[in-house]
């Protein structure tokens, strides 16, 4: 039974699961981290298509019913959000899961956090989330998340589901979606600098970029990125990844 205290809604259509499962890279020597089996029915299905689970489940009442799924499963208690991908396995890892509507935010930004350990993740999540995960530049929904997730993956949005295929059914359509690290992307360390851009920039999403730059660097780091010819006029959502990046660049040139 779902628990409404961790959020819990559960996918039981088996068509959707078994393409769900269906997307994910068929690597049988390495372990596939799940995060939130619940009841178990993503994890049968990995199993079926010959993968390794380590199975990251909050609800300790949920846990043993999901270790009994066989060898190919290993059960690990707790949240996520307390562990490293190299936790549960050695990298890179390949992560999976239908997540908790209350806790996307959240687990998205660890799996940014953590891309350097991360090549894969196959992820269900609420419909309007997977537009802003890949949201380009100049399209309304693109924010802060848009720009750290694809400064770090490639976002390959996937097919609609509908609240029916849940228990309990949720109010919204959800979507799967495919994160693949990007080739020849920064170490995450190396992107601070573009991700504490972009959170400027977006914190004055209505007005033009020279705002929130001007708050959050002061007038002279203006004048810095003036040399960059990004055109500070422009709004937060006009904003390429390489804008960033030119602007990080000029904004940390000299400063």
């Known amino acids: 039974m779902a628990r409404r205290p961790h959020s819990q809604v559960f996918l039981h259509e088996r068509g959707i699961i078994d393409r769900f499962a269906s997307v994910i890279p068929a690597e049988p020597r390495a372990p596939l981290v799940e995060i939130g089996p619940g009841a178990g029915a993503i994890t049968r299905a990995l199993i079926a298509a010959g993968h390794r689970v380590v199975a990251v489940e909050v609800d300790s009442r949920l846990a043993p019913g999901v270790a ?15 562990f490293r991908p190299r936790d549960l396995s050695a990298p890179p ?116 970029i020279r705002t929130g730059i001007a708050r959050a660097y002061g007038e002279d780091a203006c004048r810095r990125a003036e040399m960059s010819h990004v055109d500070l006029t422009l709004r937060a959502e006009r904003l390429s990844l390489t804008d960033l990046e030119t602007l990080a660049t000029a904004l940390t040139r000299g400063a």
């Open 68 to 82: 009994d799924l066989g060898p190919s499963v290993r059960v690990v208690v707790g949240s996520i959000l307390d």
């Open 93 to 208: 890892v390949r992560i999976v899961g239908a997540l908790p509507y209350h806790l996307s935010g959240a687990i998205l930004r660890w799996l940014a956090d953590w891309a350097d350990e991360v090549a894969f993740a196959a992820l269900i999540l609420q419909d309007e989330v997977v537009e802003r995960m890949g949201a380009p530049a100049g399209h309304p929904s693109r924010g802060l998340l848009s720009v750290i997730l694809q400064s770090v993956y490639q976002v390959k949005p996937l097919f609609r589901i509908s609240p029916g295929a849940f228990v309990p059914a949720p109010k919204v359509w959800s979507r799967a979606v495919a994160l693949s690290r990007r080739a020849g992307a920064d170490p995450v360390d190396a992107l601070t600098p573009v991700w504490d851009l972009a959170r400027a920039v977006f914190q004055h999403r209505r007005k033009m």
